[in-house]
């Protein structure tokens, strides 16, 4: 029988010192401010199209239209909540 002895490995991540590590956390920031604004506009646009389709009778667009409000709202619940979830997750995991 073959027994492998192995060393702990340790990993801490960390950005400091690391090439182009500012431009990510600019990117990254970018992309949520665009989830968000793409948030906003999917429940702007999703209430307006059920507030005129239910009034217009149209009660299939209006679904559709509560269908894309509620997404909006989904979509800035997952973009806020996305760093601390990573963040939570990996502390969880890593303990």
Partial sequence: MLWIVADVVNVNPSSSGMPGAALIQQLLNWTQMVALWGSLAA??????????????GSYANASRGKALAIGGMVGAILAGIAPTAVN????????
């Fill in 43 to 56: 429940l702007l646009v999703g209430a307006a199209i059920y507030g005129l389709a239910r009034e217009g």
């Fill in 88 to 95: 939570l997750l990996f502390k969880a995991a890593s303990s």
